[in-house]
């Protein structure tokens, strides 16, 4: 008996209800996948987010501009992904101010740590207990890389993940998932810009905790960032990262008490230290050299010196280290021993932090 109009649409009704329920998820997350591959300018890792948000629908949010692109990632439950992929080939022009993602900074968790594995990067958070973490890896990119539209080959690409997923940090089994999203999306931009450069490893395995304000130890048996910094009266302990290739490390250095943080060293690289003397050439005050112009010297009247040396590996841009003496806003001048002292710290510090980079020994004061 043939079938009527009603009975035929009740059919097709039940198909359709059967497609959902069964291939039609598959689609819907099809559709939400393509989705995803077009955030962040095409060259957001559209698995690695699965594999660390979720099977379910994503939110997407992005934004695409001239050597920038930016997407955020959300899922149900508050996990999130914030997405950053900077080509750091301009870093440090006048007028770009803050081209570069942050890396984190001395934050409440304390100093970031590097993401080692290959990678040039660190791993930044902040209370344990929120769980959220930045990833910020710098991708240096060889000579024979791709051009820009400017006619330079780009020279580095900078890629940042804010990751939130709501588990602790204090677990190693939970912090690998943090760093996913960005080995995944570094690994395609650097196809999409054509930069030519060496990744590190595609899933980081383990990855340490920032290191916090109470983890102080002796200078004299430092291994990381303050390795071969020398002890004087009052600067005896040590506030340090491991040195594994991040572009930009840190060494505090402070006294017996644990309590006051005497001396600041940094180190920066890549497009990093490009950024750092941009940032002194704006609000130079007067005629004095600073950074932006100098390879090495005395910033203002205090112990602050910069000396900085060449890195082949990093686009030419040459490495800057600092040292800063710290201390209240109406403490006295330094003495002569101070100031001496500050330039022996940087001369090891950076000699030490260059070696490791594969640059050639530091200029210094």
Same mark, same amino acid.
């Given at each position: 008996?043939?079938?009527?109009?009603?009975?035929?649409?009740?059919?097709?009704?039940?198909?359709?209800?059967?497609?959902?329920?069964?291939?039609? !998820?598959?689609?819907?997350?099809?559709?939400?996948?393509?989705?995803?591959?077009?955030?962040?300018?095409?060259?957001?890792?559209? !698995?690695?987010?699965?594999?660390?948000?979720?099977?379910?629908?994503?939110?997407?949010?992005?934004?695409?501009?001239?050597?920038?692109?930016?997407?955020?990632?959300?899922?149900?439950?508050?996990?999130?992904?914030?997405?950053?992929?900077?080509?750091?080939?301009?870093?440090?022009?006048?007028?770009?101010?803050?081209?570069?993602?942050?890396?984190?900074?001395?934050?409440?968790?304390?100093?970031?740590?590097?993401?080692?594995?290959?990678?040039?990067?660190?791993?930044?958070?902040?209370?344990?207990?929120?769980?959220?973490?930045?990833?910020?890896?710098?991708?240096?990119?060889?000579?024979?890389?791709?051009?820009?539209?400017?006619?330079?080959?780009?020279?580095?690409?900078?890629?940042?993940?804010?990751?939130?997923?709501?588990?602790?940090?204090?677990?190693?089994?939970?912090?690998?998932?943090?760093?996913?999203?960005?080995?995944?999306?570094?690994?395609?931009?650097?196809?999409?810009?054509?930069?030519?450069?060496?990744?590190? !490893?595609?899933?980081?395995?383990?990855?340490?905790?920032?290191?916090?304000?109470?983890?102080?130890?002796?200078?004299?048996?430092?291994?990381?960032?303050?390795?071969?910094?020398?002890?004087?009266?009052?600067?005896?302990? !040590?506030?340090?990262?491991?040195?594994?290739?991040?572009?930009?490390?840190?060494?505090?250095?402070?006294?017996?008490?644990?309590?006051?943080?005497?001396?600041?060293?940094?180190?920066?690289?890549?497009?990093?230290?490009?950024?750092?003397?941009?940032?002194?050439?704006?609000?130079?005050?007067?005629?004095?050299?600073?950074?932006?112009?100098?390879?090495?010297?005395?910033?203002?009247?205090?112990?602050?010196?910069?000396?900085?040396?060449?890195?082949?590996?990093?686009?030419?841009?040459?490495?800057?280290?600092?040292?800063?003496?710290?201390?209240?806003?109406?403490?006295?001048?330094?003495?002569?021993?101070?100031?001496?002292?500050?330039?022996?710290?940087?001369?090891?510090?950076?000699?030490?932090?260059?070696?490791?980079?594969?640059?050639?020994?530091?200029?210094?004061?």
């Amino acid at each position: 008996m043939a079938l009527t109009r009603k009975r035929t649409a009740g059919i097709a009704a039940v198909a359709a209800a059967a497609l959902l329920a069964g291939g039609g !998820a598959y689609w819907l997350y099809g559709q939400n996948d393509r989705e995803l591959a077009r955030a962040c300018g095409g060259m957001l890792a559209v !698995a690695d987010v699965r594999a660390v948000l979720g099977d379910g629908r994503l939110d997407v949010e992005t934004d695409s501009g001239t050597g920038r692109d930016s997407c955020e990632v959300r899922a149900e439950g508050g996990r999130s992904a914030t997405v950053e992929i900077v080509d750091a080939t301009r870093a440090g022009e006048p007028g770009r101010r803050d081209p570069l993602p942050d890396l984190g900074g001395p934050s409440a968790r304390g100093l970031p740590v590097p993401v080692g594995s290959g990678w040039s990067g660190l791993f930044a958070a902040g209370d344990d207990e929120d769980g959220k973490a930045t990833v910020t890896l710098a991708l240096p990119c060889a000579r024979s890389s791709a051009k820009t539209p400017t006619g330079k080959p780009v020279t580095g690409l900078v890629i940042s993940v804010r990751t939130e997923l709501g588990t602790t940090l204090d677990d190693p089994a939970d912090r690998p998932a943090y760093t996913r999203i960005a080995t995944g999306t570094a690994a395609k931009a650097a196809d999409a810009y054509g930069c030519r450069t060496r990744l590190g !490893a595609p899933r980081i395995r383990t990855v340490g905790l920032p290191v916090t304000r109470e983890e102080y130890e002796p200078l004299t048996g430092a291994t990381g960032t303050c390795a071969g910094v020398p002890a004087a009266p009052g600067v005896t302990t !040590a506030r340090e990262t491991a040195r594994a290739g991040a572009p930009v490390e840190r060494c505090l250095l402070g006294d017996d008490g644990h309590t006051d943080e005497r001396y600041t060293l940094e180190a920066r690289f890549g497009p990093y230290a490009a950024l750092e003397r941009a940032s002194y050439a704006e609000r130079r005050y007067d005629s004095d050299p600073t950074p932006a112009d100098a390879p090495k010297g005395r910033l203002n009247d205090d112990a602050d010196y910069w000396a900085s040396a060449a890195c082949p590996g990093d686009g030419g841009e040459r490495a800057l280290f600092l040292v800063q003496r710290t201390h209240p806003r109406d403490a006295p001048r330094p003495t002569a021993a101070e100031q001496a002292y500050a330039r022996k710290a940087l001369r090891a510090f950076a000699t030490r932090a260059a070696q490791s980079h594969g640059c050639e020994p530091p200029t210094t004061p």
